[in-house]
């Protein structure tokens, strides 16, 4: 993966979009193709890591793993591995992390809506 310049006018004004807009800040924690489905998984409880890719077949191991790593470096998730033969992690929600239930809702409603209205 190619190092972020640090100094650059994209990054700095990446920067500052995420300090002024919280719809960016948002997207910005939350956007992408499965960081949403990994936390509305995440809204029923505790799951391990072989209960999340059952419950998303279609992501990749290397794309779980990483997206579940971005979501706890934003303090979305906690990471508990269990000291057990075998060894196996749970994931669950963190208090930020459950406050986004009522956007994810907000999200379905309205796809169940809009599709409604192009069928």
């Given at each position: 993966m190619t190092k972020v310049k640090e100094a650059s006018t994209?990054?700095?004004?990446?920067n500052r979009a995420l300090n002024v807009c919280p719809v960016t800040y948002t997207l910005g924690k939350i956007g992408g193709r499965w960081k949403p489905i990994i936390i509305?998984?995440?809204?029923?409880?505790t799951r391990r890591y072989s209960e999340l890719k059952r419950l998303i077949p279609a992501i990749t191991e290397k794309m779980l793993i990483q997206q579940l790593k971005q979501l706890e470096a934003d303090g979305l998730?906690?990471?508990k591995a269990l000291p057990v033969v075998p060894p196996f992690v749970e994931y669950s929600l963190t208090g930020s992390g459950r406050a986004l239930q009522?956007?994810?809702e907000a999200m379905v409603n309205w796809a169940n809506s809009e599709r409604e209205s192009v069928v």
């Open positions: 994209n990054q700095l004004n990446k509305y998984n995440l809204l029923g409880g998730i906690l990471r009522k956007v994810l």
